[in-house]
């Protein structure tokens, strides 16, 4: 299978930014700061597209950021998260759900 960053462009975009955001300790604190983006792929299944959420891995660092340190989520997945929030008070309950998200195998932990 190829690697995301064949498929769509959105991948290397945002691993550009994100390093070029980090190489700047006036705009970023090292291993800090938060970016995503998104695009579409042919999924390999199906042959449909689908929409994904490219987000920087938790703890990673946006200067040094590569490809193994996102993670991807089906956008959807994500959308449909809201009919299961169960509210504010118990708002840390959703964390665990965006396991059902993630696109593929590997991957960074999302940065939420």
């Known amino acids: ?30 291993a800090g700061g938060n970016t995503s983006a998104k695009g579409t792929i042919t999924d390999p299944i199906s042959g449909k597209p689908i929409s994904l959420l490219f987000v920087k891995g938790s703890g990673g660092d946006l200067g040094t950021l590569k490809e193994e340190g996102l993670a991807v989520l089906h956008t959807e997945k994500v959308h449909e998260l809201k009919n299961v929030y ?22 960074a932990a999302p940065s939420i």
């Open 1 to 30: 299978m190829k690697k995301l960053s064949e498929l769509t462009p959105a991948v290397n975009e945002l691993i550009a930014r994100s390093n070029r955001l980090g190489a700047d300790p006036k705009v970023t604190n090292y």
């Open 86 to 107: 169960p509210g504010e008070e118990r708002e840390d309950e959703m964390v665990a759900l965006f396991d059902y998200c993630l696109f593929g195998k590997g991957g």
